[in-house]
């Protein structure tokens, strides 16, 4: 292995010469190679970047200032330290040769002990030169590259795929609730746990692989030649193998988890960034879907994005949260439920998908028809429970978050709906339609159009249960009611988000109402029933 900041390019058209300098500077224990004349170095250089380039004034081609003007114009992937040797020791050609980029020179005839003197005092700068360098390149706690850096990188490696047409994939990492570990155990356990992530990411990348610590417990990795699927599988490992490591520091044991979102360069990839947003995006996905998984880009789309300005000068979404606006949750389904149980489910309730919870009620999943129609294989899958063909990856969000976030992120994803929970249970769906809805009913309190009818249900025969669902939609719409009711009473400062988020809720729930009672025989005196209590309590429906 050569030694480390000792590589030497020297260049002379004078073959006697370099033969002399060059058995000097071994003796020296300098690595050095050699070059005829300018265009030889630059090649040189280009192939395998030196610590030290002593070059010649005077060379055929390509002279020795003309050298280090391109040297110092290249973007190489360190300093160079120039070194000339001339015969040149006017005062004037000297200044020259330093304003060109040189930092020091030497006069002919060389003398060997000046010439390793003036090395080794080279060598001296350049490691002082190398050891800021990398303070500056690489992140103090785990010595991984900066972000920075870590762009610098990337954007090689996006010309370097542009040309060859090889894969090319972004990993972006989060380690899950990173602030309950400062806040519970201290930094220095803080400190512990990002020092033993970069352990585990060392330890399962390649060399080609650029890892860097993002920002706080966020990490990203650059992964060459490496398609999408065969990085969610990368991920996967990665993930298993922190989620199952006893973390160690200051007399405390714990474990971590991380999220992971997984991008693939593609042909309407426009830009190296937008690879790193794509991983982000993803990301996001696996945290908003209960975090300690890992999601793909893939799953998105490219959507616009909505850039809204904080201030929201129209005052649309100022004060709004989930809760105002999302559709409520009557009735789901549980993961000890068959999916014959299921099927009979979404036929009758005309929706295509719902949440899935345990015994405790928390939000486990969500079941699409899609998932269903996936296992029709066998008679024998009618009687499988709902855990076994659902997917745990719920895209959620609190019943307090602000609703401009829910708009965004349905917005630049190709996802139709969220579920909203509360302590971990599904109370709601926020879906691209109940937004619409939602808007449709702010338009109309605003007095700008008139409002259209209900549409018409479908009609079909009468499905098991329908008059439970009667009674629990009517239950639900007179408990929104009296919320509403309440909320008036109170003479809040803003009527406007109570007044639409519960008129918008309300109406979803009509609607369905009006659809369960004309599957059941006598559903039609509940459904009146219902609409005559929502009016004596307070509540009205358009």
């Not at 002399?20 to 030889?40: C, K, P, Q, T």
């Not at 390149?137 to 040309?163: A, C, G, H, I, N």
């Not at 989620?243 to 988890?257: H, M, Q, Y």
Request: charged share 25%; with cysteine; proline share 4%.
């Amino acid at each position: 292995m050569n030694p480390p900041n000792r590589r030497v390019l020297l260049v002379d058209d004078d073959p006697a010469l370099r033969r002399i300098l060059s058995h000097w500077l071994r003796g020296a224990d300098f690595d050095v190679r050699e070059a005829g004349n300018g265009m030889e170095a630059l090649a040189a250089i280009e192939a395998d970047c030196p610590d030290f380039l002593i070059t010649d004034w005077e060379m055929p081609v390509v002279d020795g200032p003309e050298l280090c003007r391109r040297v110092r114009a290249s973007n190489l992937p360190k300093y160079v330290y120039i070194l000339f040797l001339t015969i040149r020791s006017a005062p004037a050609e000297m200044i020259t040769g330093l304003e060109i980029g040189a930092d020091d020179y030497l006069g002919k005839p060389i003398l060997q002990g000046e010439l390793l003197a003036r090395m080794r005092a080279a060598g001296r700068i350049v490691a002082l030169e190398r050891r800021l360098s990398e303070m500056a390149r690489t992140d103090p706690l785990t010595r991984l590259w900066t972000q920075r850096t870590f762009y610098e990188v990337l954007e090689k490696e996006w010309e370097r795929v542009s040309r060859s047409g090889a894969p090319l994939s972004c990993a972006m990492i989060d380690l899950d609730f990173f602030k309950r570990v400062n806040d519970m155990h201290g930094h220095p356990v803080g400190d512990a746990v990002l020092k033993t992530i970069t352990e585990i990411l060392l330890r399962n990348c390649r060399a080609s692989d650029t890892i860097c610590r993002y920002g706080g417990e966020e990490f990203c990795a650059l992964l060459p030649d490496t398609t999408e699927e065969a990085a969610v599988a990368w991920a996967e490992r990665l993930r298993a193998s922190l989620s199952g490591t006893v973390i160690r520091g200051g007399g405390t044991e714990l474990r971590v988890t991380a999220s992971f979102g997984v991008a693939q360069r593609r042909d309407d990839t426009q830009t190296s960034a937008g690879l790193v947003d794509q991983a982000d995006q993803a990301l996001l996905c696996a945290k908003q879907s209960g975090r300690d998984r890992v999601v793909s880009f893939e799953l998105l789309n490219s959507a616009r994005q909505i850039d809204l300005d904080e201030s929201d000068q129209h005052g649309i979404f100022r004060g709004i949260t989930a809760r105002h606006v999302m559709s409520p949750m009557v009735v789901g389904l549980h993961e000890d439920e068959t999916v014959g149980q299921a099927a009979e489910f979404f036929l009758r309730s005309r929706i295509n998908s719902t949440p899935v919870v345990n015994r405790e009620g928390k939000l486990v999943g969500i079941l699409s028809e899609k998932d269903l129609l996936a296992t029709m294989v066998s008679f024998d899958s009618w009687e499988s429970p709902v855990r076994d063909v659902m997917k745990p990856n719920v895209i959620c969000y609190d019943e307090d978050t602000p609703i401009r976030v829910v708009y965004e992120f349905l917005c630049r994803v190709s996802i139709r709906r969220v579920v909203i929970v509360a302590d971990g249970c599904p109370v709601g769906t926020i879906s691209r339609g109940t937004l619409l809805r939602w808007f449709r009913n702010l338009v109309l309190s605003k007095g700008l159009v008139e409002t259209t009818s209900t549409p018409e249900p479908h009609d079909e025969k009468d499905p098991h249960r329908s008059k439970d669902r009667l009674a629990e939609t009517a239950e639900t719409i007179a408990g929104l009611a009296r919320e509403l009711q309440r909320r008036l009473r109170e003479d809040p400062r803003d009527l406007v988000p109570f007044v639409v988020g519960g008129a918008t809720r309300m109406q979803e729930l009509v609607t369905d109402l009006l659809a369960f009672s004309r599957y059941a025989n006598d559903a039609g005196q509940t459904g009146a029933a219902a609409i005559r209590s929502m009016h004596l309590t307070g509540g009205h429906t358009d």
